[in-house]
């Protein structure tokens, strides 16, 4: 058994640049690559320099270190988000961190899907097609940043094991020559395909194109037609050139038209507009719009779709009627954060009413799909085993030129399931599809009683790819100690984000798992339940993961993560955690808080990577019943001719 104060202690190395980490700096930033302009003058040997002007993005750290320089990039111009990229460093003066090849190497992921190289971004018109999940995405052929977006296409059977097929689509007409962006697929009544996406014109101004297979019969999707009459929509009046993309799966109105949403701003107020058709080929604007809600700026990668108040499983998208609510999800590009929010849609109008307008979409204390990196999602209804599935962009929290480096840039996050939570009827319930237990290996069960101020190390072998799923109980006697005694302050303002991370000791917490750290305890990835003693004497529990000692590197974002998790009574508090190399994924509560997490370690990699539980608590001791699994690596690769296709009949 370690002692706690390997848990305590942040080096100094380390301690100015955590203490400047917060959830709205590393979700407002975003890394640019510095470019200088240079203008010369003719005359007599006269040189004059222009250095460009730098704004910061995001809020100020505390202690004033923050160094995210902002130019115009290619993708700024054209009007998209991250589209963007950005740059962060320790202090102002410093030097980025000499990564090596054997640490960018241990950081690609064994069972995240991702190309084979260079950039990726936005998940787009997944499907499930004659016996294949398909899976688009924004990519860029040429390099380990945004730029020359082409649709890549992917194929599994089962959602883990994927094969890289050729690109769906390429910028080869002027309605998409600055890129083909993001769309959505739906399945007409007749069981074939259409899709949207988003084209950014020869002159940057964002346009709906149509396309569809160019041969239905072809269970692998392999080539695809541009409709002749693209585009089919432009911005409307009041709309900006630059403030109009990435329309939504169609679904069927009670008119039997098909209707979609399209993401936008006016001014600073997010909006969606509706658009209805007959045919995909031209189309009714709505006077009103879907939603809108003031000073929540740009809405990008619009989602909506029902959920069921009563069934566990999901909904295809035209489904409506008195068991079911509708979300509406919105990225913001003003946060980089994916917010969405429970409500009532109404057909004979096409407008939707939140149920709590106080937790409004894209209001900063509303729910989130996730608390941590991730953001562009996309879900798609699987009608092949009635659920509906989310895909997610995951990006990176180093700098460009150590992905650069590396040759590339992304993944995504596992897939997960959607639900409505039917316990509280408030949130949704998300967890990794079942597939993903198709990759456990070995494994082992602990159960383990862990004092206060103790880390334990967990004996699992490597620790890189794990799966870990885990129950905790507090103490009944501690507990009644703790509620008895009025010594104890309410903790009133606590936040994973401020509230300083797992080195913060609180009467109830912080205990959870320390994943991906080194023996020393010196690179670390806390992933912790935080209890609080509320006003009323009873308890209210936060979900959170702690990047700030995540790594030795510099330049490296490291926040600290999460949010409050429901906790319903006589539940006990449970978590499961994905450890895939660069990336953790954390889900509370059955699902109902998930984080993602990007993590860079220098120490704690390959077999120095280690798996150790903690309790941080001042006064609790935790009983900890929980199973380890080491995970296999998924099988992605370029498709071969050679491959059998297996394919099913139906669709």
């Given at each position: ?27 407002t930033v975003r890394r ?207 709309i900006g050139a630059k ?154 929290s180093d700098s460009e ?251």
């Open positions: 058994m370690a002692s706690s104060e390997s848990l305590l202690l942040v080096t100094s190395q380390q301690d100015s640049f955590s203490d400047s980490c917060s959830n709205s700096i590393s979700e640019r690559p510095v470019k200088v302009y240079f203008a010369v003058c003719s005359g007599f040997l006269l040189i004059a320099l222009y250095v460009a002007f730098v704004v910061t993005d995001g809020s100020t750290p505390k202690n004033g270190t923050n160094d995210e320089t902002i130019v115009e990039t290619r993708a700024r111009l054209a009007g998209v988000s991250e589209k963007r990229v950005w740059n962060v460093f320790n202090d102002r003066n410093g030097e980025a961190f000499a990564w090596n090849n054997t640490m960018l190497s241990w950081q690609r992921t064994a069972f995240h899907f991702q190309p084979q190289k260079n950039w990726m971004n936005d998940p787009n018109g997944p499907l499930f097609y004659k016996g294949w999940y398909h899976f688009f995405y924004q990519y860029n052929p040429n390099a380990a940043v945004w730029g020359d977006i082409v649709w890549g296409h992917a194929v599994s059977k089962d959602l883990i094991h994927w094969l890289h097929l050729p690109f769906a689509m390429v910028p080869d007409r002027w309605y998409d020559a600055n890129g083909v962006w993001t769309g959505s697929a739906t399945f007409l009544d007749d069981g074939s395909i259409v899709m949207l996406y988003t084209g950014s014109t020869d002159n940057f101004v964002q346009v709906q194109n149509l396309a569809y297979p160019e041969d239905p019969n072809d269970p692998l999707l392999l080539k695809w037609t541009k409709f002749s009459g693209n585009p089919v929509l432009e911005p409307p009046p009041g403030d109009f993309r990435d329309p939504t799966t169609a679904w069927k109105t009670s008119a039997g038209k098909w209707r979609i949403t399209i993401g936008s701003k006016v001014n600073k107020t997010g909006i969606s507009l509706v658009y209805d058709t007959v045919d995909f080929k031209t189309y009714e604007k709505h006077d009103i719009l879907l939603h809108q809600v003031p000073n929540t700026g740009m809405w990008e990668c619009v989602d909506f779709y029902p959920v069921s108040k009563t069934k566990h499983h999901g909904l295809d998208t035209s489904v409506n009627g008195p068991d079911v609510k509708h979300i509406v999800k919105a990225s913001m590009d003003d946060t980089r954060i994916d917010h969405y929010a429970t409500g009532t849609y109404h057909d004979s109008n096409g407008t939707w009413v939140p149920d709590n307008p106080s937790i409004d979409v894209g209001i900063s204390t509303g729910l989130r799909y996730d608390y941590g990196k991730f953001y562009a999602s996309k879900t798609f209804y699987d009608q092949h085993k009635e659920r509906r599935i989310l895909w997610s962009w995951i990006g990176e030129a150590a992905d650069v480096q590396k040759g590339w840039s992304s993944v995504q996050g596992v897939p997960r399931t959607v639900l409505l939570d039917t316990k509280t009827g408030k949130n949704l319930i998300q967890w990794p599809v079942k597939e993903i237990k198709s990759l456990r290996l070995t494994s082992r069960k602990f159960q383990k009683k862990v004092r206060p101020g103790t880390v334990v190390p967990v004996d699992v072998g490597p620790a890189s790819q794990l799966d870990i799923e885990a129950e905790f109980k507090i103490k009944k006697d501690d507990l009644e100690v703790i509620f008895g005694d009025d010594s104890v302050e309410d903790d009133k303002e606590f936040s994973c984000g401020s509230s300083g991370g797992a080195t913060v000791r609180g009467a109830l917490g912080p205990f959870g798992f320390s994943v991906l750290a080194d023996e020393s305890l010196s690179e670390q990835t806390p992933v912790y339940f935080y209890v609080t003693k509320g006003k009323d004497s009873k308890l209210k529990t936060f979900f959170c993961t702690d990047t700030s000692r995540s790594t030795m590197a510099n330049d490296v974002v490291k926040p600290v993560y999460g949010s409050f998790v429901p906790v319903l009574k006589r539940e006990k508090l449970t978590m499961r955690i994905l450890v895939d190399h660069s990336i953790v994924e954390a889900f509370g509560q059955g699902g109902r808080t998930c984080i993602t997490s990007r993590v860079y370690p220098t120490k704690a990699i390959y077999g120095a990577a280690k798996l150790f539980l903690f309790n941080n608590a001042i006064d609790a001791t935790v009983e900890a019943s929980f199973k380890v699994w080491q995970m296999n690596s998924a099988f992605i690769r370029p498709y071969s001719t050679a491959d059998d296709l297996g394919v099913s009949s139906s669709t």
